[in-house]
């Protein structure tokens, strides 16, 4: 070599990058060992969360039957549109776009993308519940790679309920959990549908099934590449139930208060053991409106709406029972041995008591009067004497017993307490003690009595079988997909004997009302042995209606008509409350519609059809107008005030 | 002359032939898996493309290389027009002017200039006889280096242009730069970081840098890359998902996977056992180039080798570097496994290049 020490360097040098190169791509090695072995694990988990969705499917809730097995509420397949945000890149953009194509609300959208921002970036949103078959295909349309990514349309099975709002009360709605509801339930998610009312709610662990998932491929922008396999979790479907719901008595009954065009509610049990064949609430609404997710606009008008159709009367109205409260009166005084049955009053239409005179509803008087005439004319003034007799606490204890003034049990949440009033409630409630004067009020349904339509079902189901308060109850039979299995019948609430001799002096009164020469004699079936008592209760005192004039609506008395048969072998009981319905023939019209379906089905005849009288209370078969109101003389106002109408 | 080539022939360095084609299956493997869904029939051109860069091998391996080395001038001039020409005439992509249309491929005349710079400064330090190397030495061939660089910048491709710099540097150093020198080029690096940082980078590249330090800043855009980049490679795991198997790579949640990201693809269909593989193959290959620089009959020869090598090597750490979300996101190959035809070309001509110092190490 020429020079060899230049050599030398050359070789030294060389070695020292030979050295360099090997440590280099150790290092390399080291770190690749590092993140492919060490690290694996959570580099493995962030790949599969890259390109993996687990998508819910979500399950189907229960099928809800009536007792025969007739389909009442249903699923049907729906379309919900989501955004995963985890694709998006800009978000006002997505929502507009999908805005333009959908023709949904932006604002809306955004308010929903606002309520869920906490959650998990690769979670759908879902921004459209129930879309429209042209918005799926709008959107699929444009669903390309770089227009909307982060579009998710899904398929999902909603609630369908019956499209004429029947029994609408007794279902409820379903929709998504509140924050709340997450936080209170274990094993419930956000985005999860639960019932929000009614049945639905009550049961919706039992109608609740159990969701399903599936894994999907997805690339870099999110379009779905396939399923992964084996990673299907078929859903489950909640439990089908059978209600105890009939549904040609639930039809009977909301034809009859929708052909006579009133408001109100009713409640039909089978008093042997309180299963619940009628209940409604009118107005109702479509609860097919709350499946696909109540707008704002929907969801305003139901809660303004001065009819106020999400409210349940049926459990949720406390209204005075007006007449139909005196066979509580008459039982206890029976059962306290303050009278007999042949217990007689005078009543030359009104009497005095402590100072003040009290109207019987019959200004000419019904002379002298027996227990049972007293029921089947409704004569207050004999109740006055024999509630007077009494006392107030022993109309509290007796009514307590047969289900006034106590929740029913039903299952159905929210159900409101009515009042039978007590010295101690009052001394409890204003620090005064109770004035005898005020238990003549009381012993005909007025006064501080109130009670919901449900408890006076209770309460005629418990005077039909004898004393035994039966808890009102919606289920029958369910099946988990094993096949049917009756659901135990709840245990009654209470128990009370009662003499023989002294129920049927009652039953014989509630018989005449409808079968002698009573107050609803329109409610007679020939061999059926209807019992019956209409009642009529003041929305307002008289004094407060004449300021407020005479021609407003919503200040007609409301019509009652308690009910059951037959007489001697109950199998049907029951209450129809007709709001403003002025007396209670209204409601006795649809009482025997729906006693008429009841019995009609039962012997296999042709079920009636409901023909509404044509203009309800003036072409109704004209009772006697009965008793108008238990307020003193004194706050009557001057000419007519209650009274003018019953002349007609 | 039939003799000589025979003779020679047996002095060809089969098991570096044999570690080159081995990378470069395993990178058109790559390709075609990375490649399936979207540009299905994209790995036949890297067929092609390796066709002709077997014949570029071919012919650098044929002629003498100082034969080359005394044309070295006219080739850095050509290299240089091309650069210029490219600079007016190339066609753009991505926002850079990089391609001279050639009909049926484009050509990337900046995969070339490496061996047109390893072969001038070869050249000049090869014939420097004073001993040391002088300031003046290394101002002139830094010159020589610079030229090319700034060039390829303007286009820009900083990536490629950086990739110049090591050959400079290795030719520099084992052509005996002063360890004193050295010792001030690398302080003085140290001290212009700061002014360089502020003057001389871009806002995106500030940005590249930025994001490199932490990519949770820019979980879309660069920082995107080197996150994917890493759960690509650390997905995979020992054996890794198998061919075509890969998520990452096939559901293209890593941009460019046939191309500057192939190691993270080969890393996560792979895993780890295929990582040791490729970067034993491609420690093999640069260990044996050394050799060959070693063995080389004069320092011309040992200079060309190390100034194709270096620049070569580089390349492969940086881009092994950044396939595991080690190194920023730039836009640079992976040598011999990448898609890219100039690229493969360029590279295998290079290795003829060294071949052919080894192979006339005996020869006068």
Redesign the interface.
């Known amino acids: 070599m020429k ?1 060899p ?3 030398q ?3 030294r ?2 070695t020292v ?2 050295v360099a ?2 440590v ?2 150790g290092l ?2 080291v ?3 590092f ?3 060490i ?2 694990a ?3 988990e ?3 969360n ?2 993996q969705r687990e998508l819910p499917l979500r399950a189907p809730r229960g099928v809800l039957f009536d007792r025969h097995g007739r389909v009442l509420v249903e699923n049907r397949p729906s379309f919900n549109v989501s955004i995963v945000r985890l694709h998006t ?1 800009n978000l006002d953009r997505t929502i507009h776009l999908l805005s333009a194509v959908t023709g949904v609300d932006e604002r809306r959208m955004q308010e929903v993308v606002a309520r869920h921002r906490n959650e998990p970036q690769y979670r759908p949103i879902v921004v459209i519940e129930d879309a429209t078959l042209a918005q799926v295909a709008a959107i699929t349309a444009r669903r390309l790679d770089f227009e909307l990514p982060d579009i998710l349309v899904q398929q999902v099975p909603t609630r369908q309920y019956p499209t004429d709002e029947l029994a609408a009360h007794v279902f409820g709605y379903v929709g998504e959990a509140t924050e709340a509801q997450v936080a209170a339930t274990t094993g419930l998610k956000s985005g999860d549908i639960v019932g929000q009312a009614g049945f639905e709610r009550a049961h919706n662990a039992m109608l609740m099934g159990k969701d399903g998932l599936r894994t999907v ?5 999110g379009r779905e ?1 396939g399923e992964l396999e084996g990673s299907r979790v078929e859903p489950a479907e909640g439990r089908r139930v059978r209600l105890t719901i009939d549904y040609d008595v639930q039809k009977a009954a909301e034809d009859g208060l929708n052909g006579l065009g009133f408001n109100g509610a009713a409640v039909v049990l089978d008093p042997r053991n309180g299963e619940v064949l009628a209940f409604t609430s009118r107005p109702a609404y479509d609860p097919n409106k709350f499946a696909g997710g109540v707008d704002r606009a929907t969801w305003a008008a139901l809660n303004t709406d001065e009819q106020r159709p999400l409210q349940n009367r049926a459990i949720q109205g406390r209204y005075s029972p007006g007449s139909t409260f005196k066979m509580a009166v008459a039982l206890a005084a029976l059962e306290e041995g303050i009278i007999t049955p042949d217990f007689k009053v005078h009543c030359s239409g009104g009497g005095n008591f402590y100072g003040r005179y009290f109207k019987c509803w019959r200004k000419e008087g019904h002379g002298t009067v027996d227990l049972r005439h007293a029921i089947e004319r409704s004569c207050d003034v004999f109740f006055y004497t024999v509630g007077n007799m009494l006392g107030v606490d022993r109309i509290h204890k007796w009514s307590t017993q047969l289900g006034l003034g106590v929740k029913s049990g039903i299952d159905l949440p929210n159900e409101v307490t009515g009042l039978v009033p007590s010295t101690k409630w009052k001394k409890e409630r204003t620090g005064e003690k109770w004035y005898a004067g005020e238990t003549i009020s009381v012993s005909i349904g007025q006064g501080q009595v109130s009670v919901t339509p449900v408890s006076l079902a209770v309460y005629i189901a418990t005077l039909a079988n004898g004393g035994t308060r039966v808890t009102p109850h919606l289920t029958k039979a369910e099946d988990d997909g094993t096949g049917w299995k009756d659901l135990p019948v709840p245990p009654p609430q209470s128990r009370v004997e009662m003499k023989p001799e002294m129920l049927h002096a009652i039953r014989d009164g509630m018989w005449m009302v409808v079968n002698a020469g009573g107050t609803a004699r329109l409610a007679q079936i020939p061999g059926k042995d209807v019992c019956g008592k209409t009642g009529t209760a003041q929305v307002i005192s008289n004094k407060g209606r004449a300021a407020a004039g005479m021609h407003r609506k919503d200040l007609r008395d409301n019509g009652w008509f308690v009910f059951f048969a037959p007489r001697d072998n109950p199998q049907i009981a029951g209450v129809v409350f007709a709001e403003h319905g002025e007396h209670g023939t209204a409601a006795a019209v649809v009482a025997k519609h729906v006693l008429q379906t009841f019995f009609a089905k039962q012997d296999h005849q042709p079920l009636p059809v409901f023909r509404a009288p044509n203009a309800p209370p003036e072409s109704a078969p004209q009772p006697e107008r009965e008793d108008q109101q238990a307020v003193p003389v004194a706050s009557l106002a001057p000419a007519g005030g209650a009274q003018a109408e019953p002349g007609r | 002359m039939n003799m000589l080539e025979r003779r020679l022939y047996f002095h060809v360095d089969w098991a570096l032939v044999v570690a080159l084609l081995a990378l470069c299956g395993m990178g058109i493997l790559m390709i075609f898996s990375a490649t399936q869904s979207t540009t299905p029939r994209l790995y036949i051109s890297q067929f092609y493309a390796l066709g002709l860069g077997a014949v570029a091998l071919v012919v650098m391996l044929a002629v003498d290389y100082r034969t080359l080395a005394d044309r070295s001038h006219l080739i850095y001039i050509g290299v240089v027009c091309l650069l210029i020409y490219v600079l007016f005439f190339g066609v753009i992509r991505g926002g850079a002017r990089r391609w001279i249309p050639l009909g049926v491929f484009n050509l990337q005349p900046s995969e070339f200039a490496r061996i047109a710079v390893a072969l001038v400064l070869a050249k000049y330090f090869g014939e420097n006889r004073r001993g040391n190397l002088s300031l003046a030495d290394l101002a002139i061939a830094g010159g020589l280096a610079l030229l090319p660089v700034l060039l390829i910048m303007r286009q820009p491709d900083l990536g490629t242009a950086v990739t110049v710099i090591p050959i400079y540097l290795a030719i520099a150093y084992v052509a005996g730069l002063p360890t004193r020198i050295l010792a001030v080029a690398a302080i003085v690096a140290v001290l212009a970081a700061p002014v360089a940082w502020k003057f001389v980078l871009k806002d995106y590249q500030r940005q590249r840098v930025l994001t490199f330090v932490d990519p949770s800043k820019d979980t879309r855009g660069a920082g995107y890359q080197q996150i994917q980049a890493r759960i690509t490679t650390g997905s995979g795991g020992l054996w890794g998902k198998g061919f075509m198997k890969g998520t990452q790579g096939q559901l293209r949640f890593l941009p460019v996977a046939h191309n500057d990201f192939i190691f993270s693809v080969w890393g996560e269909e792979q895993g780890f056992a295929g990582v040791i593989v490729a970067l034993g193959l491609y420690l093999f290959v640069i260990l044996r180039s050394l050799d060959a620089a070693r063995l080389a009959k004069d320092r011309l020869g040992a200079y060309l080798v190390l100034g194709i090598l270096a620049g070569f090597t580089f390349q492969v750490l940086y881009n092994v570097s950044m396939s595991a979300g080690l190194a920023p996101v730039k836009g640079l190959t992976l040598p011999l496994m990448s898609y890219g035809g100039s690229s493969l070309i360029a590279t295998l001509a290079g290795f003829g290049l060294i071949l052919n110092v080894r192979m006339r190490r005996f020869t006068n």
């Open positions: 020079f020490e230049e050599r360097t050359l070789t040098r060389i990058l030979r190169a090997v280099l791509f390399l090695a770190s690749f060992w993140f492919q072995i690290q694996h959570k580099f493995q962030m790949a599969e890259n390109h890149t491929v997805v690339n870099s922008v590449m």
